[in-house]
């Protein structure tokens, strides 16, 4: 068992089985030209906002929830609830009451003035039609805690980075099957968790629409950050010393 991780004193190490994992790896222009092909593919992905009434499969839906279930979580505790519906009844009711709300945020001010002037470029508005043109709508909620049948709750652990990451997965999942989304978040978004009949101990996190983009779709024009602009490699030289206790030399 990893011997590293086992010091003798602390009592809650190699309590657990294992099992032998090999990663596969590649020589270094495969690795490279496996990563190029994959940003290709990524790049490729945009948010959508005018879809498509094509029929999408459960099967196409289960399996990206798979994939996006494989994600990393906090103790293993796999802290996320894909619901699904392709009931048009379902659907008409998430789109009515996501209207709604965003009525109020778009017209009534409860957006301020600077969030509003900030997502102009995306064209965006109060009406939701497409809530209602997609075959499916997956709404992803966080479970906050575990709730057990005796009425114990269990906590869950870094539940928003835990279903960040699923939600990233399921997007990118989707994207490689040829299916469009976009990561709404109608605001507030309460009202999912009665209208989905969810329990208290689960929160509405990401709303997706889910299709395949309208033949005639467009997108805004927007531009990524380039590498430079995200990534800044450490300079030892310039760095802050404050705690910084280098062990060699
Ligand atoms: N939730 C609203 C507003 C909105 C907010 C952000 I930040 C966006 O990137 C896009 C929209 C809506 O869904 O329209």
């Given at each position: ?20 994992y090999r990663q596969p790896s590649y020589g270094e222009a495969e690795t490279l030209e496996r990563g190029r092909e994959f940003l290709a593919l990524m790049d490729g992905r945009r ?20 994939a996006?279930?494989t994600?990393p ?92 990451i699923?939600?990233g997965m399921?997007i990118t999942a989707?994207h490689t099957m040829g ?44 531009e990524r950050k380039r590498l430079d602009e995200v990534m800044i490699e450490v300079d ?14």
């Amino acid at each position: 068992m990893p011997g590293d991780t086992f010091d003798g004193e602390y009592p809650y190490t190699d309590v657990g089985e294992y099992v032998e994992y090999r990663q596969p790896s590649y020589g270094e222009a495969e690795t490279l030209e496996r990563g190029r092909e994959f940003l290709a593919l990524m790049d490729g992905r945009r948010s959508v906002r005018q879809f498509s009434d094509k029929p999408v499969s459960r099967a196409a839906i289960d399996v990206a929830i798979q994939a996006a279930s494989t994600a990393p979580s906090g103790a293993h505790l796999q802290p996320w609830r894909f619901v699904i519906t392709e009931d048009p009844m379902v659907k008409r009711a998430i789109r009515e009451a996501a209207e709604e709300e965003e009525r109020v945020n778009y017209l009534d001010g409860r957006m301020p003035e600077d969030w509003q002037r900030d997502i102009a470029r995306l064209g965006t508005g109060w009406r939701k039609p497409y809530l209602e043109t997609v075959p499916w709508i997956v709404v992803l909620f966080e479970e906050r805690y575990r709730q057990f049948d005796d009425g114990a709750r269990g906590k869950n652990y870094y539940v928003k980075e835990s279903v960040g990451i699923a939600a990233g997965m399921f997007i990118t999942a989707l994207h490689t099957m040829g299916l469009a989304t976009l990561t709404h978040t109608p605001s507030p978004m309460a009202f999912l968790t009665k209208l989905l009949g969810r329990p208290g101990n689960e929160r509405p996190f990401i709303l997706f629409p889910i299709g395949y983009a309208a033949d005639d779709a467009v997108v805004p024009a927007l531009e990524r950050k380039r590498l430079d602009e995200v990534m800044i490699e450490v300079d030892t030289s310039t760095m802050g010393t404050e705690g910084f206790n280098p062990v060699s030399s």
